[in-house]
């Protein structure tokens, strides 16, 4: 690429418009786009700093220069959107204007029209193969902790036995599968039950010890930013901010590695919110192949949006659900572009993993249901209760879990991470295998609580003995529960109270571990317990007021299984705050369109419930307790201040604000500046008594010009540094021609004139602004810095860093923690 | 509500926090909420101008005054949404101040904070039962175009019919109905099958005629606003324009009859368009119902958003892509709270359709599929091709429809609209009658392409003798194709070329019309056909290499069903550009969850393709045509040029800049200014020699002031008006202390002191700032007007509409027929 743009440049008129490599730092390609117009001819007692020849150099060293990119910011840095996205359209400008130049360029050009569709169409693919081979890998070692196949030790249950089968064609129905062999078969030493069970319990608790500590040990020693689902850390980054590594190759791969091992550990956790992270990780590495992409934080921040849906669209199959999930709870910057094409990279993922298949059920929708009868009026009052509910959950779990980790954070918990999680797991192995709820996955789990029961089941929880085969396809609401049901509704109930207690310990430790799935699944057995309370009360009081109108003797009328569903829905919504998203999730897991109603009644309810105790999800919770600098783009903040109470530095200490004048200060003068101070960005004024705003100049830019005087030049602490360029001088003297003399500057003195470096265009507020207009204009501009004036003087400077503390402050609590950008 | 306001004012302090009526002037509000800690306290030499009084009075006159709200903003002028939600939080946090006080202002701060919800629940509800009655009122009217039902005329053929039978229980079965009569029947003269034809012929045309007259007479008459979907107008109105009695009530009525006549008539259009407009008409007219969004443009919006999306909702019974409709297509101004209160309109408009069940299927899904096979990977290649010739049919639709409209407003067409309506519907009503596909109503005619044949289906589409009857529920789709479906092929074809060719000249008559289903129609038209053929060649080639992996002898491979539903989803995709959600309205109206990648394929090609011939979908192409004020807030502009080459006055006239001094300025300077310049809105600078920004007046306080002034005192025109309150004075001397004595104004002259129509936070950008930047500035804040400085000195003023004008030249297009504000 840099071939490329080198080979125009020479052979381009020296002069021509648009002098300067678009790859090079921000300000000083803002300042050739704000005057494009105004090549810099160099007088003879005027030298004009040209970058364009320190620049190269650089970018020559190498194509792919990644360094360079990430010199850009530091880490922990807040980016500047703005000049960002400007960076990228004067960048494009630059390729169009060459188009008509050759043929190659013409290619180059709809390359980089493509690029977005080519790089999330990679993401897409990459994350949909990386979520078939966790699936298949989770099931194998799953699996591992019940038995093995001694033939062929690389297959799970399902494909040895299937494998065993196909040898010997004779027994294919029955049940008995030769080739697996369960771990007190294998050691084949206790004959009585009870040894059995024991043997089975022991090495269960042992591989599920092993896998966890392996889980936890990866994440320790290779990549710290793989543990936890990722979301919060994600929902910071894109909304501006660096996290340098979180998004890597290493943490991608620990966090695939580990989260297969810590699914199957059996830990109350789920996998699928971690698929975002993964997904992001995929988003990053492939925007490093197109520099539009990767040299450009704000535009790879497109790429991550898209990436986000596509994690949640290969998690659960839901590509729309993805996409909304992406708009509604990740992304901070989402253009209309960027909508589109997260729906095709989420359609991709969704795609691939369907062709791996790794549901195994032969449906594209994970969770399908089916049911035999539609939902009755008087089931809006189980349903809202179910959502009262979820948000009631929601509001527990946020806040145990903040506490917990609080607790983790500040005591010496935090020290001991490996014992934790092998404790954990220990503790968790223990008592799940006791219960068969429990002991199998969450995701089976919730999806036999989802399932209607049909005629065939004869589980405990289809347990209806004086059913009658009404529809000849279910037997599920029609007679008494039988004992079974009622056996099946302890379990159940256990099953609750053990996940619900584990979970909020487990959420937090350091292995990969989402949220999404323990909260379906706590949900989905509230949602089962109260449907089949219903269901019988319903059965037992046929004439009763609420009933009698949709039920009677010969009718099913109540599905427990749909309340699983709407009670999975509320809690999730309870916990993560999701609206929209959260009923289009639900609805392309299950595939019941017609379920609308009560899925979205039970997730508004849980929302206001949940709300009435903790604004906003889990995620956000997240973010406040580990200080990200995350300025929330949905909140509405209610301030009555102004720009004036925010802008530093403060009245009361005026003189400490740095700025540089236009053309009064001195190499020294300036040198003594950055000496002093440490800022990212110094304002330019017209001259200490005339704090007029001109613009603004990044520190990089200066320290470099200063460097590089410094080798060719000497006596140099007296040549005045002027932010000018010729035209712009001209331009300036005509207007200010009433009061000023046309020459301003005496010829006693040399002059060194860094136009180039100013950014003319800086952002500017009055002082009597209202810090909600102020939040505004740095939300949705995703602006870092901007100036604050009264009556056109300079008073002071607002950072992002400002906002977030002045916000903070004002709900009263404390900012030590949070990491704020220089 | 005011009564509550002035007790409380009387009774609390006189000098307390926030002394200003909320429902003032906004720039009075606003100067008070930017320094509300600075009370006036009146001087003994200067005289403090107070509005409490003026707008007390006002506020007084009645407590649901709309015209004070209405005074506001003149018609066809753009909001300023920034200083409007300003308004609005200050207004909230007068209320919330006030909760400590009594009982009865709790009550009535939830009463402000529910009441969002409770007026969406309202629109919803409205909403639904409009739509429920247009569908019950369109099935009726066009059953009359056939024939009566003699004993009850309000009855429909099927209620008629249904009637009927209940009466006689003995022939239920029978297809005879003895109290529907059709024309023959009832006049009975003709008993010969040409003579009967003939009649129904002509009753066809005679009543089709008669409906559009009456439909072109009272839009013409009571409402010209009810033409059209209006969708184009409720973009711009939500882009931040006013357009008064848009959306007025006598719009709503005149546009519900209007479209049932228009639909009954036979014309080729649908009435899904207008329910948008119908549904923000209800949510204007309940806003005003709740003044915190009835007296607020910028609020208003909030409400209007979640209105089309039950618009949509309604239409389609399609909640979430309702949502997203609003989302994506109308929306300008959509905060996240909307977003969720969108979902709730939504959903209850569609639950209070279903319950009246207009739809009459028993489905919740108005276009139900239920196909026995899944889509093939070879279907992908007719897929593209469908979507390829949406986005050619979308191209070729919106450039003729553009001509054809712009051709009627230039040419003395335009003069004779009710002929037009009259000729067309002859002309339809005559070419429509003769081809069965057309006769029946559109909405009839998708769902029975998009159905799949069944066994026991006998008409012509599903003529397939040799089909084995595989599945035992299908037999469309394995044998040849019988004489039947040739015939059908042809029909369809005919029907396809007269709906091409009349809807291109249908949108855009003067009567209520929306282009959603015609639009549909056509793709499914050509969806079935290509789908027929596509099932045809794979029959007769079952070893061609493209169909050998997926069709057999024994299997159904191809549903020309499907064809036409991806059809549909193409041609309204090439038509709207709508992207994610059109796919979502799809699968709503289809319950096809399984069929969202060849939805998806089909709708992205579409998009594609027909943004390679015209950008932008229909409703962009008429704002543009109408010259709205719209300013996108999608597409991505790509300018060179910066904020000095757009403001006014343009350089080279600098002399023309109207602004008002801080205090320097006298009574007749002032009221000389008012009545040289028109301008909504004057700067206020320090001095003339130093045109630095101190705030911003608008033009209307500045004239009550003048007036009341002028009422009670005398020699006035040497007086000085001064632009500071004293407060200010004191702080701004305090900051100039270096240059300027303490005491800068003279005692020789009386002065007014105005500084509370101040705003003092107005928006600046510097003149070399990009105009992308600005852009993105108004479209984010929904700015009016921004002032452009250069060093801190006033330059001139870039409103939104020089940025539409400067847009417009840069797309090199005429300007002259735009509505512009002042």
Redesign the interface.
Known sequence: MNKEYNTVRTTSNEQSFLPINPFAEPTTTMSS????NHPHIGDDDMIDIDFRNTTNEKLNSGVMNVDLVNTRYDDFQTIDW?KDL?RD?FR??LLRAKTRQSFLNKILMYHDAWSGWLCVLLVGLSAGVIAGVIDIGTNWISHLKHGICLNAFWLNREQCCWASRNLQYTNVNTEECTEWFTWPQVFGTYKTGAGQFLLSYIMYIFWSTIFASFAVLLVKVFAPYACGSGIPEIKTILGGFIIRGYLGKWTLLIKSIGMMCATSAGLILGKEGPFVHIACCCGNIFSYLFPKYGRNEAKKREILSAAAAAGVSVAFGA??GG?LFSL?EISYYF???T??RS??CA?VGA?VVRSINPYGNGH??QFSIDYSVPWASFEMIPFILLGILGGLWGAFFIKTNIWWCRFRKNSRLGQYTILEVVGLALITASIIYLNPYTRMSMSELIKRLVSQCRVEDMIDLCDYPNSQFVTGKSKGSVGLAGPGVHRAIWQLFFALIVQVALVTFTIGVKVPSGLIIPSMSIGAITGRIIGIITEQLAIQNPSFILFRHDCSKEENCVTPALYAIVGACAFLGGVSKM??SL??IM??LT?G??Y??PL?AAA?TA?WIGDGFVRGGIYDAHIELNGYPFLD??E?F?L?T?AEEVMRPRPEQRSALAFLTQSTMTFADVENLLKETTHTLYPVV?TR?QP????QVLRRDLQIVLKSQKMHRYRLSSTVIQFTTTSEATL?SD?ES??QPEQQLTANSEVIRVGNLLD???????D???M??VI??FR??GLRQAFV?????LRGIITKKDILRHIQQMSSHNSEATYFDN
Do not use: S
């Open positions: 786009t704000t005057n494009p703005l400007m359209r494009h400008r590509p729309i996409v509604e253009p209309y572009k909508l589109w729906f095709f359609m795609l594209d929708i609206t929209i009923v289009v609805f392309e595939g369109l017609t609308i109603v979205m508004m929302k783009n949905k509405e209610n009555t102004t017209v008594e007029y705003v001109v613009g300036n207007f009433d009061n003319q265009a800086p952002i500017i507020v009055t009597q602004t209202p909600e207009t505004d204009l949705k501009l004036t009264r009556n056109g003087r």
